[in-house]
Structures are given as C-alpha cells and as structure tokens.
C-alpha cells in the first residue's frame, strides 16, 4: 500500500457551463480512464466548477516543440489586419 | 429509547464511523488522487451524519433544558452508546480490505438511501435525497476498484477475495431487523430490510461475478453493534476520533 504507484498521467479538461469550450485544468495520475475521470472528478469539480469533463491520456497529446515556436507563431505577429481589432464587442455577447 | 431516536443514531453512526475510517488511510492511498477520492467520500459521509444527528436532537428534544447537538453525538457519548453496523468499524488493512468494506456498505447504502427517499418521515426522506446521489457516487468508485482488484493481477486478486471472505460475516447485520424497524416499517417510516438484502445480494453477486471474485457463502453472521457491543479496535477509534473534543471541550477554529 506504500508503494508508488505506476500510473499514466491524464490531462483534464473541463467545461464550465453549456456553451464554452472544454479548457485545460490539469494532470491526474490513473490506472485507466474510467479511474482518471473519477479522479478528476475529484480534484477539479468538487467546488462546481464544471458541468462536463475530458480526460486524455498526456502521452496520447502531440506538443509542438518550443525551439519552434519563431517559425511557428511569430509570422502573426505583424499581421494585424487578421486580428478583429476593429469590431466592438455588444455588451450582450458573453464568453468571448 | 423512542424507536425513531435509536433508527436515525444507528444511521448517523453508520456513516460517521465508516468516514473515521477513511480518514485514517489518507496518506496510505496507492497515489495522492486516491488519497483525495478516499476523503471526499469521508466528507460526504459527515454530512450525512451532521444531518441525522441534528435530528436526532430533535427528535430526543431538550435534556437538562438543552437540545443536543451534532457534536453531542459524535463527541460526548461512549463507545457502548455507538450503534453502527460491525461492517463499518473493520480496520483498514490493506487497500483491498478498504475497497471491498467500502463496496459491501455502498451497496446496501446506495438502494437504501434511493428507498428512503420515500420515507413518511420528511426530515429522512430530504436526507435520503441528498445522500442518494452522493451513494451512487461512492458505489461507482468502489465498485471500480473491486472490479479492478479482483480481475488485475494475481496478488490483487488474492487480496481482494481474501478481504470479501474475511467481511462477508458483517454483511448479515447491515439487513438486520428487531422491534425497531418493525415499529418504523410499521408507518413507513422505514422499509423492508429483506427486500433491500434481496437488491444487494443482487448487485453484489454481478460486481463480484464481473471482478471474478467468488460470493461466500453465508455463515455464521456476526452482529451486535447496532446494539452497542462493538469489537476491540473500536476503542482505540473512539479514543482518536473523541480525544480533541473531549481535551479541550468547547474549542474552536
């Protein structure tokens, strides 16, 4: 009972209410998905945060590479005319 | 005692034990997740005690110009006043012994709660609701791992069927009857205890059939603690879960 389990790392994902995206909480440590649901469950709802929950194994994720990231992101950087910075937002429109 | 008085301690009992328990194996968990899973089924199980000895108060009305409390019942009583199953007191032992103590006593509680909800009695049928969907979250986890105890690998499996067979005997009394439930079934305030053995040996016998454990047979059923009469280690459980309360009377955060 002492000894550290070997169990895979699953990454969490909850969503707050209906109409937003799942987005990232966090790790839990599980046997299986079932068992990393439930533990997720535990740790990241338990305050009701949330309303659904995904759990994904972390080795199953494909990262991009931090050494990367010029060629990958910093081209948007002076592309201004691809940001909506133009439009105003209606009070009504929540959850942008 | 008024038969309504000694069914809701027994119940208050039941749960508040079975969440001392608990908490003495957090750290103990095969991972921290566990360790978390482990106490968030304790506290559920505190506040179902919290919500039957408050009426317990009510209903056992002043004494000495006082309405008792919850902490009256958890903190100021003796161990012989403790009218919990058997079951609930076992010691923790190893995971297996955790596991399976935890998935006898959720599937009687589970069918239990989802019952009394009906209860003519409207302070227990409002407990039962709450407490029902807090059960069928407790029977998933531990059903889960019995499951998985029992089909994983050998030595899990050992120690699985040997904790089912070490617990069976205290199975017998969590569906006990004396002239206290016959009284309340009386009313409906209660229900059949052999129908709801009927729904448990049912469910059991699936879990353990899916977990490839073997049912016991039933022996010889040790009982008593609905009566007061509790096994040794149940001192020692008292002495811990009192022994703040009873050192510093009246602390506070």
């Known amino acids: 009972m002492s000894s550290k389990a070997d169990w895979p790392l699953w990454e969490v994902f909850v969503r707050a209410k209906r109409g937003v995206s799942h987005v990232h909480a966090g790790t839990v440590h599980a046997p299986d998905a079932e068992l990393a649901l439930q533990n997720a469950r535990d740790l990241f709802t338990r305050r009701s945060e949330g309303v659904s929950l ?43 | 005692m008024k038969p309504l008085l000694t069914y809701t301690l027994r119940q208050g009992d039941r749960a508040l034990i079975l969440a001392q328990r608990l908490l003495e194996a957090i750290t103990h968990a095969p991972e921290i997740e566990e360790d978390m899973a482990l106490s968030n089924l304790a506290l559920d199980l505190i506040g179902q005690a919290r919500a039957l000895y408050t009426y317990a108060g009510e209903i056992e009305g002043p004494v000495d110009g006082a309405t008792r409390d919850e902490n009256h019942y958890a903190y100021w009583r003796d161990q012989h006043d403790f009218l919990n199953p058997l079951m609930v007191e076992q010691p923790n032992g190893d995971f297996a012994q955790i596991i399976v103590r935890q998935f006898l006593h959720d599937a009687f509680a589970f069918p239990y709660w989802r019952v009394m909800q009906h209860s003519t009695d409207e302070t227990l049928a409002a407990i039962a609701a709450k407490s029902v969907k807090e059960t069928a979250y407790h029977l998933r986890h531990s059903r889960s791992w019995l499951v998985r105890l029992g089909d994983g690998t050998d030595e899990s499996h050992r120690r699985a069927q040997s904790a089912v067979d070490q617990l069976w005997r205290f199975t017998g009394e969590l569906f006990e009857h004396d002239d206290v439930e016959t009284t309340l079934v009386g009313t409906s305030v209660a229900f059949d205890p052999d129908e709801l053995h009927e729904t448990w040996r049912h469910s059991v016998a699936e879990a353990l059939g899916e977990a490839t454990l073997e049912m016991p047979d039933d022996g010889v059923m040790q009982t008593g603690g609905r009566s007061g009469h509790h096994s040794e280690s149940f001192s020692r459980l008292i002495g811990e879960m009192q022994v703040l309360a009873r050192a510093h009377p009246g602390a506070s955060w």
Request: negative net charge; hydrophobic residues 35%.
């Open chain 1, 54 to 96: 995904w759990v994904v194994k972390s080795n199953d994720i494909t990262a991009s590479d931090p050494d990367d990231s010029e060629a990958l992101f910093e081209p948007a950087g002076d592309k201004s005319f691809r940001h909506p910075t133009d439009f105003e937002l209606p009070d009504e429109v929540a959850n942008m």
